[in-house]
């Protein structure tokens, strides 16, 4: 499987990207016989766009760029990968994960953190902003999230 396409690495690139409003990106099969992953949908909107993207039958992986405040003075960006086992899917489906998370995490390389979810509720924005400001060594939130 190979997911280091133009429409992929162009989309990645664009979340990464300071000066592009996309912030995230999601990559799902491209069909329901197949095992290959394509770009399913970019968007601007954070993670509560995205939640509006995620199937509950399908294996997906999210990428976020996810900006935050430490203080008044600092801001941070991070990147979080998202692998979405959505409660309804097929278990073969879900075996194949472990295996094609590698690929996934080898092609969207750069992130801070990896967030594993099969609900909507596993995909907390302060969750994960807290446990970003955690794995990026400097919190002037005296530990406050």
Excluded at 118 to 124: A, K, N, P, Q, Y
């Amino acid at each position: 499987m190979s997911l280091s396409t133009p429409e992929i690495l162009t989309a990645y690139d664009a979340v990464r990207s300071d000066r592009s409003p996309e912030n995230w990106l999601l990559l799902s099969n491209a069909s329901p016989t197949t095992q290959t992953l394509s770009l399913k949908a970019t968007g601007s909107g954070g993670i509560p766009e995205l939640l509006s993207h995620l199937s509950p039958t399908e294996v997906q992986y999210a990428y976020v760029r996810i900006q935050y405040a430490n203080d008044a003075e600092s801001v941070r960006v991070k990147f979080a990968l998202i692998i979405w086992i959505g409660e309804q899917t097929k278990v073969m489906r879900k075996a194949r994960v472990s295996i094609e998370s590698g690929e996934v995490k080898r092609v969207l390389a750069h992130h801070s953190i990896t967030v594993d979810a099969s609900e909507v509720r596993d995909i907390d924005e302060e969750e994960i902003v807290r446990r970003l400001r955690k794995a990026g060594g400097a919190d002037y939130n005296g530990g406050r999230g």
